[in-house]
Structures are given as structure tokens and as C-alpha cells.
């Protein structure tokens, strides 16, 4: 019993009608945040600052010094005298300006291409030097201001001047590139010039500090100060503004502000978290520690292009996904348990949850009085809500809740009848019960129907009347009640395998457009009133191409969309979104590509008629406004971050954009390891990652979570390594570029060659050349009489000795089994040839593969068909194919055969591609498995190990890329020996000049 009442908790959610009101306007939720803990940064809790470069690269004031953060990597970047950074800005310059304690500064790179804090004191006089904190680091198009109590600083790119205080300066804003600077004791001011101004009626704030000064409507200037609340500017007035939090705001002190994509009024304070105000000042929601920020002293806000907004926290910090697409409902706003089911009625939403039913109010979520257990499902009737409960069937009017029909197992499901709106059939654990609407529009218990037992988990009334149940694992029921006697026994009939449904386990009916649905583990079905069975719905072949899916919701929206949490049990992989009509009829799929929900099973669904959606599952409720743009909208840059040379220069360290120019290394650093990242910040753990070294890879590598990606051995050549990323919502990023150059050692240049020339002589050149010449052809020469020689012995071996022995054991089976028992001497000579037969076609194996008596593509070719099921080994040839030493042939197929057992033996791979490429001077083997891959070193064993050293004696280099789930590349890329290209063209020309007719 146990089990099958966990099996509810993931599939129930049965049909639920809209009646009543229109909805009135509902909370917002919570918007989704993500955290950073100190153990994350690795730095000081406290947060001052928030700023972000062109690239999208992240900054934050902290107690250390400053935290950079590009979406893989943190890195703390100290001042100069480790003090605390109070403020950030990015210049127009493209370059991040510091304030920090008694010193400000830029980030620029170091001689490694890091960056590093570069302090800007010595620019600034003597006389000027002794100030505390720099509270605000400005932007304008003079150049970047530096506020602090003692001194007002200004930094033009050159120079450093300085604004004196009469008694002590407060905070500076910049609004429309216009600086005001708040001084004690005489109000509010503006730069005009060289001179600060009083402004017209500023003599108010002489002791009012301001903390927020905003761009607020054309012309106008929006102002926030801690005691005197807002104020609007219009040039010549001070207006207020009051708004709904100005009491919380005094009692939790505002500190700063600004404003978000959609208009949204972001406040941060010290001590109660951030406020979100609406332009008319109403309150949208407070992000505090009860919703989920690591800290309620909020320092600075900073939005992020309109993805999200940062919050520098009294300890950590946290983004929150604003404007938000997406918000949250569970524990935090009043709503516990999981939700099963979903209903707006008279205007508000209700949610059945495992613990009774809550309904939304201006404050959250509340639950009713006189509820309690799992609340399957939620029917909305004119006058009140019907609840299907553990206990039974409730009736809801406003705050009063009246059980109608105790039930000792489960109320599951809920139908109103068409034909008969007086009547609702109540799906059981056990059966069907009805209920009946008395004169007084009370609901009565109308008992059982007689003669069904099944458990009912859905109920859809058809267009004919006739009622449809799907069930747990008893298939479907189809039941048609006698026209005089609505409760009597109906007819029953019950459809199974015979019927063509897919399976007996998890059927849920569903009438979509007036239409029966039926909701299986593979797919829509419909039901074929003639051929009276059931069949794939054909309007929804095409949504999966990889096949159908697991469904076990479905509800129709607006424009006919149908809203679905279809599953892939095959990859256990889930996804919600709906099914959109297409002209032809069909349907298509539309994911809702939203990270936060990719594995959560959704079990209730609810379409609004304004677009908007309620989701509910396990984890609570989620909101989805489709009118406000995702998180995932716009562009977004994979950025190289460092590039190490030889595993210890840095050549690039990340502190500016690769240079797009080709630089050109010395000969000896071809060995380079690149780490790369992207600073898009909505789970970035899920961002994968490409690379393609142009000179080198034949095509881009999987995509893969690694930020590094190495090569050693790299051959003279030009090349121009590429990286691209994905991030969670499938968007593949601009891809950034690093382009390079490997000479060749200068004695193999021509100019080389020639000094040489001219230095030795000519004749004397010459001569070595030839001699060196003769050495290496008459080495080559030997080496590969050797080859053929082993060659023929191996032949001699095989069809010589071989045969006799294979004539000597035919002869000794062919004798009579009296004749060759086993003690008889001629047994045991069987068994002494069948030995000596083996060892003869071993030492003729080892001696020359049998597989490369056809060449090397023969041979591959015939490796790939040995692999077993047809389609798991197939290969593939490039370029055109020449001739090469036989052991160049011998080592390739080596290391093909080592690979191909490694990625069936160890990599479990169902499909391996070998692939040949023939190049003028070289020749690159590539062997792609689609198995479980490895980790880093992890596998390196004896197979890989031989592999490198068969490619290494060959004077070529062998790539590994490989990563957990995402198969195997093995690559040997070998040099074609210049002397056997050049033999070989002394052979054809040879040949070509022969006289014909002459040997």
C-alpha cells in the first residue's frame, strides 16, 4: 500500500476546469538566487562593491582586496597596502577603477597578462595624500571621480586633482553625466567646471544624507535619503515621493540603489536586505535572509545587463534573476508540501498540496482550516471548491470546509458532467462514487457505482457522455450509464494490450478541445471508435524525433497550446514545456528552456488565460511569465583566460582579450595548455565547452565541462586555437581566438642553408648533403630489407610448415576412433601437431600481421568488421593514399588495434569510427569511440603508454581527449620520412623515363 501511495505523489493531477472570476493580481515570488559563500571565493565575508568589464567578466569589493569572478574561476586581486575596496567602476577606457582604503587604483596587466591593482598615489600631490575611505568610484566623460570625506579626486588618464571639503564631503553621484557631491553643513552640490556649486534648494540635505540618486523620468531626478525619505528633482523643485516601504526603509537604513531593465527600483539596506519597489513606489518583494540571502546587510547592487541582480552582502554575495521570468512559491511564502493540484477559483488560486490545500493571498500563501493529508485534486463549481483528499471528498465555501463523503481510501480524482452539471464522479482508490448538487447548491454523496474496483487516478467525460477512468496499472475503463438512471450500473468495458494501449501501467484520460486524450509511456493516444481500440494520436509523431515520450500531464492553454512534462525514460532525462498547433494539424514541441526546472517532475499544471502558467511539483510552485524576458536573452562571449607555455610561461594571463595577432613562438615552446571560461552566470556548472586548434584537430571536440585543453609536441606550423560555449539554455556563445606561430629551427630555413652554402663551399655542402644522403638511404634501405625478409619467413612459415602440419593433423583426425584412442600414441600425436600448428600461425602473426597483407586501409577496414554487431566499427579514408615504410603501416594499425580494444574493453562504447587521413607529408590516424570516457591521467595504463611510445618511435605525437560520458578521441599524427618521399619520387621518375620495351 505504501508503494502505490508514492506512486500518487508523482502522478495524480486530474483535469481541472476554470470557473468563476477573473484572477486578481497575485504576489510575485520569489525570484531565483544563487549564493557565494567566503568558501566559495576564498576571501574575507564582506562585500562593498559590485562592477562588471566589457567582456562580462565579474568584480567585487571585499575586505581582501578585489574578487574576480568569469563564470568558472575566482581570483582575489589584493590592493597595494591589502586594505578593504569600498567602490568599483568601469571606465570608459574599458578598465575596472578601485577605491579602497587610503588609496585608489586601476586593474591593468601585469608582465605575466594578469591583472593586478596598479595604485594611482604617486599622481596625487603630497598635500593630498592623507584621506580614509573612497567610498564612491564615478564614470563620467571627465574621467573617473574618486569621493571620500577629506578630498574629492578626479583622474583624467594623465593627471590627478582634488576638490577640499570646508567641512567634510559625504557621498558623490553621477546622474546623466552630471557629478553631485553631498558636503556637510552646506547641502547638496554640483561640478560646474572646476567648481562646486550649490544646487538651486540643495541647503535641505546639509544634514539629510543621501544614499540614492537616480535618472527617474525626463528631466527628473530621483533621491533617496535616510530620514527624510524620496524626493523627486525637476530642476528647480524637491517633490516627495512617498512609497510603501519608507518606514521599513528609516528602520532598516537605506544605503544604495538602482534600477533594473523592467524599471524595477532596486534599494539595498544595511539591515533589512534589498527592497523591490515598483515605478508608482508600491513594494514588488523584499529579498532578505528569510527568502534565501546568505546575509540582510546589503552594501551595493549592481544589474547585470538585464539577466540579474547582484547584491554585495555584509557577508557573501548573491544574484537573484531579475526582472524574473520565473519566481518561486514553497516554504518561504507559506506553501508546504509538495503540490499535486492546481485551481484558480472566484479569482484565487488553490493549491492541493501533501498536507491539505493553501490559497494565495497578498501575503502568500495560507492553508485552509480543516484539511489535512494529501489533496489529489481541486474542481471549481459556482459556489464552492470540491477537494479529492486522503480522507475523502470536501466542500469549500470561503473559509468554511464541510466533508461531503468520508472515504476510507483515497479520493483521487474529480469530473463534473457535462450533460448533468448536478453530478461530479469522484474517482476512489477502489472505485467510482458520484456526488449530487442539492436545491440548496450543496454537494450530497451519491454512494458507489456498482461493479468498478479499479483504482481511478483520472476521469474525462467524452463527447458522447460516456465516462473514461485511467488508472494505476489496470489500464482504461470506458463506462456508458443507462440514460434513466445516471448512478445505475453502467456499462463497462475495459481496454488492455489487446486494445493496442502501450502498456497497462500509468493511462491518464484528458479531454483536450472537447476531444478524449489519453496521456502513456509512449505518447498521446487517442481512441478509434470503430476499430473500438486505441492508437498512437499521429498529430504528435514528430515532436520527439528520438521517440516517444512518458506523459502524465497534459492541460490546454491558450492559442492551443498543450502543456506537458514529458520524460525520456530511456536517458532519464525531463522537460516542460507545451505542444504548439502548426497549420498542417500536427503539433510541435516547445521546451521551456529554464535550468532551474530541467529535472523536476511537474505534477499539476495550470494555464492562465493571460499567459501566464503555475507549475507545481515537489519542490513547491513556480510562476511563468512568458511576457518578461528570460535570463537567457542576448549574446554572450567565450573568453580564453590564460595560455601557459611549456607548463610555465604565461603568455596570456587572461587580463585583456587575446591578442587576434599572430605571435610567433620559438621552435622549442610547442607545448601549450589553454583554460578558457564564459561569463554567462545561470548555472554555470552546466556550461559546456568546445575547442578546434586550426592547424591541427580536423574538426571541433565534444562538448565537454572542461575549462583546459592541452597539446605537446605541437610540429613547425601556423595555427589558431578556437573555443566556444553553451550554456544552459542550449545558446552557443561567440567563440574567441588565439592564433599562433611555430617556426621552423633556423638551420632548416633557406636562408640558413645558403649562408652555409657560402661559408663551407659549395662542392664541400654538396658532398655531406650526399654522404648524409647515402647514410640515410642506405639505412632506410636496410631497415626495410629487414621488413620484407621477416615478411617471407612469415609467408615461408605460414603457407610451408603451416600446410604440412595442417596435412599431418587431417590425416590423424581422418583416423578411425578405435584406431585414436586417447592413450594411443596416435592421439597424442594429434595433440602434439595441433600445438606445433598454433605456435606456427602465432609466430607467423607476430612476425607480419595477416590483417596488413592488403595495406593498411584494407586492414582497418577489416578490423572494423570484426568488431562484432553490424554498425559498431566503421572507417573512413581521406586524401589520397601513398606509399610508406612497411613499419610506419605496422605501428598504425598497433595502435589502432590498442585503441579499439581499450574503448570496447574498458570505454563500453557501442559505436567506434577509425578515420585515415592522407596528407603530403604525414600521415594522421584518429580513432572516435562513443563510450564512458575517463578523467585527466585517470587511464593512464599500459594501452596508452604503448600507444605514445609506437607514436613517438615513428617521430610523431599522439593526442587524448576524453571526458566522462562523452567518449574518446585518440589521434597519431605521423611524419612521412622526407628521404622515402624522396625516394619514391626517384622511383616514379624512373619509370617514367624508362625506355619502353627495356628492363
Not at 47 to 52: E, F, H, K, T
Not at 454 to 463: D, G, H, P, R
Not at 559 to 587: H, I
Request: proline content about 6%; charged content about 20%.
Amino acid at each position: 500500500m505504501a508503494g502505490i501511495l508514492w506512486v500518487l505523489f508523482l502522478l495524480v493531477g486530474g483535469p481541472v476546469p476554470l470557473f468563476g472570476k477573473e484572477p486578481h493580481p497575485d504576489p510575485p515570488g520569489i525570484p531565483f538566487l544563487r549564493s557565494f559563500t567566503p568558501k566559495d571565493y576564498h576571501a574575507a565575508p564582506q562585500n562593498c562593491a559590485v562592477a562588471q568589464d566589457r567582456r562580462g567578466v565579474m568584480y567585487f569589493g571585499n575586505s581582501d582586496g578585489v574578487l574576480e569572478y568569469d563564470g568558472a574561476q575566482w581570483r582575489l586581486i589584493p590592493t597595494t597596502r591589502r586594505t578593504v575596496v569600498r567602490s568599483l567602476a568601469l571606465g570608459k577606457d574599458g578598465r575596472i577603477y578601485v577605491g579602497a582604503q587610503g588609496e585608489f587604483g586601476v586593474l591593468a596587466p601585469d608582465p605575466s597578462g594578469r591583472l593586478a591593482f596598479v595604485s594611482l598615489q604617486d599622481r596625487v600631490p603630497d598635500r593630498d595624500r592623507n584621506f580614509t575611505e573612497v567610498w564612491r568610484t564615478l564614470t563620467t566623460s571627465l574621467g573617473i571621480f574618486f569621493s571620500t570625506d577629506e578630498r574629492l579626486f578626479l583622474f583624467d588618464g594623465a593627471q590627478v586633482r582634488s576638490w577640499r571639503p570646508s567641512k567634510a564631503f559625504h557621498l558623490s553621484f553621477v546622474v546623466n553625466d552630471r557629478l553631485y557631491v553631498q558636503e556637510v553643513g552646506r547641502g547638496l552640490e554640483i561640478l560646474e567646471g572646476e567648481i562646486l556649486k550649490p544646487l538651486l534648494g540643495g541647503a535641505r540635505f546639509d544634514r539629510d544624507r543621501i544614499f540614492v540618486m537616480l535618472p527617474w523620468e525626463p528631466g527628473r531626478i530621483l533621491i533617496g535619503t535616510q530620514r527624510g525619505g524620496f524626493l523627486v528633482y525637476d530642476g528647480a523643485t524637491f517633490a516627495p515621493f512617498p512609497t510603501e516601504v519608507d518606514r521599513f526603509l528609516k528602520t532598516h537604513l537605506l544605503y544604495n540603489g538602482c534600477l533594473l531593465a523592467d524599471g524595477t527600483l532596486a534599494l539595498a539596506t544595511t539591515r533589512g536586505g534589498a527592497v523591490l519597489l515598483d515605478r508608482k513606489g508600491k513594494l514588488v518583494r523584499v529579498l532578505d535572509a528569510d527568502v534565501g540571502l546568505p546575509s540582510d546587510g546589503v552594501y551595493a547592487l549592481f544589474p547585470e545587463a538585464g539577466r540579474g541582480l547582484w547584491m554585495a552582502l555584509a557577508r557573501g554575495i548573491c544574484r537573484a534573476e531579475l526582472p524574473a521570468r520565473m519566481t518561486q512559491f514553497d516554504a518561504r511564502t507559506g506553501l508546504r508540501g509538495a503540490v499535486y493540484s492546481l485551481c484558480r477559483h472566484e479569482g484565487v488560486l488553490y493549491a492541493g498540496t501533501g498536507t491539505g490545500v493553501s490559497r494565495l493571498g497578498p501575503s502568500g500563501f495560507r492553508p485552509l482550516a480543516g484539511i489535512e493529508g494529501q489533496s489529489w485534486n481541486l474542481l471549481s463549481t459556482e459556489d464552492s471548491l470540491l477537494v479529492a483528499n486522503n480522507r475523502g471528498v470536501y466542500e469549500v465555501h470561503g473559509d468554511q470546509v464541510r466533508l461531503v463523503r468520508p472515504c476510507a481510501t483515497n479520493a483521487l480524482s474529480l469530473c463534473r458532467s457535462h450533460g448533468n452539471p448536478a453530478q461530479v464522479y469522484v474517482g476512489l482508490l477502489d472505485g467510482l462514487a458520484v456526488l449530487r448538487q442539492g436545491r440548496d447548491g450543496h454537494w450530497l454523496d451519491g454512494g458507489k457505482v456498482p461493479g468498478i474496483g479499479e483504482q481511478v487516478f483520472s476521469l474525462a467525460e467524452a463527447a458522447d457522455g460516456s465516462l473514461w477512468a485511467g488508472t494505476l496499472v489496470q489500464g482504461v475503463l470506458r463506462m456508458a450509464f443507462p440514460k434513466d438512471q445516471p448512478t445505475g450500473p453502467p456499462v463497462v468495458e475495459r481496454f488492455g494490450i489487446a486494445q493496442a494501449l502501450p502498456s497497462m501501467n500509468h493511462n491518464l484520460v484528458y479531454s483536450v478541445g472537447g476531444d478524449l486524450r489519453l496521456a502513456t509511456h509512449a505518447g498521446v493516444y487517442r481512441y478509434d471508435s470503430q476499430a473500438r481500440r486505441f492508437e498512437a494520436d499521429p498529430r504528435f509523431a514528430r515532436m520527439f524525433p528520438e521517440g516517444p515520450r512518458w506523459l502524465s500531464v497534459l492541460r490546454e492553454g491558450r492559442d492551443g497550446r498543450l502543456w506537458m512534462n514529458p520524460v525520456n525514460e530511456l536517458q532519464g532525462l525531463r522537460e516542460t514545456g507545451f505542444a504548439l498547433p502548426e497549420p498542417a494539424g500536427s503539433f510541435r514541441w516547445e521546451p521551456v528552456r529554464f535550468p532551474s526546472m530541467a529535472d523536476s517532475p511537474i505534477e499539476a499544471i495550470l494555464p492562465e488565460k493571460d499567459g501566464v502558467v503555475w507549475l507545481g511539483g515537489p519542490e513547491g510552485l513556480l510562476r511563468l511569465d512568458p511576457s518578461v524576458p528570460g535570463p537567457g536573452g542576448g549574446s554572450f562571449k567565450a573568453l580564453i583566460r590564460s595560455i601557459t607555455v611549456n607548463g610555465d610561461r604565461v603568455l596570456h594571463g587572461g587580463a585583456l582579450e587575446a591578442d587576434p595577432k599572430s605571435q610567433i613562438l620559438s621552435r622549442s615552446e610547442n607545448a601549450l595548455r589553454f583554460g578558457y571560461s564564459a561569463p554567462f552566470f545561470v548555472q554555470e556548472s552546466t556550461t559546456r565547452f568546445r575547442s578546434l586548434l586550426e592547424g591541427l584537430d580536423r574538426q571541433w571536440s565534444t562538448w565537454s565541462g572542461d575549462t583546459r585543453r592541452e597539446y605537446t609536441n605541437l610540429p613547425p606550423g601556423s595555427y589558431r586555437f578556437r573555443v566556444q560555449a553553451q550554456n544552459v539554455y542550449g545558446q552557443v556563445s561567440e567563440e574567441d581566438v588565439f592564433a599562433f606561430r611555430i617556426p621552423r629551427p633556423w638551420w632548416m630555413t633557406w636562408w640558413a642553408r645558403g649562408l652555409g652554402a657560402l661559408a663551407m663551399g659549395i662542392p664541400v655542402t654538396g658532398l655531406a648533403w650526399w654522404a648524409v644522403f647515402r647514410f640515410r638511404l642506405w639505412r632506410l634501405t636496410t631497415v626495410n630489407a629487414v621488413l620484407r625478409e621477416r615478411n617471407r619467413i612469415a609467408r615461408d612459415i605460414h603457407d610451408g610448415l603451416g600446410h604440412g602440419l595442417t596435412s599431418i593433423v587431417f590425416l590423424l583426425r581422418s583416423m578411425k576412433p578405435e584406431q585414436a584412442t586417447s592413450e594411443s600414441p596416435s592421439h597424442q600425436a594429434l595433440e602434439v601437431a595441433e600445438r606445433t600448428l598454433l605456435d606456427a600461425r602465432e609466430t607467423a602473426q607476430a612476425l607480419w600481421p595477416k590483417a596488413l597483407r592488403g595495406g593498411l586501409q584494407e586492414a582497418l577496414v577489416g578490423m572494423c568488421k570484426g568488431l562484432g554487431p553490424s554498425g559498431v566499427g566503421r572507417a573512413s579514408f581521406l586524401g589520397e593514399p601513398r606509399p610508406v615504410p612497411l613499419e610506419m603501416e605496422r605501428q598504425l594499425f598497433r595502435i589502432a588495434e590498442e585503441a579499439t580494444s581499450n574503448a570496447l574493453r574498458h570505454g563500453k562504447a557501442t559505436r567506434i569510427e577509425i578515420r585515415l587521413v592522407w596528407k603530403a607529408d604525414a600521415v594522421q590516424l584518429e580513432v572516435q569511440d562513443d563510450g564512458k570516457g575517463f578523467i585527466g591521467e585517470t587511464a593512464e595504463g599500459m594501452g596508452l603508454r604503448s600507444m605514445r611510445d609506437r607514436t613517438s618511435s615513428l617521430g610523431g605525437h599522439l593526442t587524448v581527449v576524453s571526458k566522462p560520458g562523452e567518449g574518446t578521441l585518440v589521434q597519431a599524427v605521423v611524419p612521412i620520412p622526407w628521404l622515402w618521399r624522396l625516394r619514391q619520387g626517384l622511383d616514379l621518375l624512373r619509370r617514367l623515363v624508362r625506355t619502353p620495351g627495356r628492363e
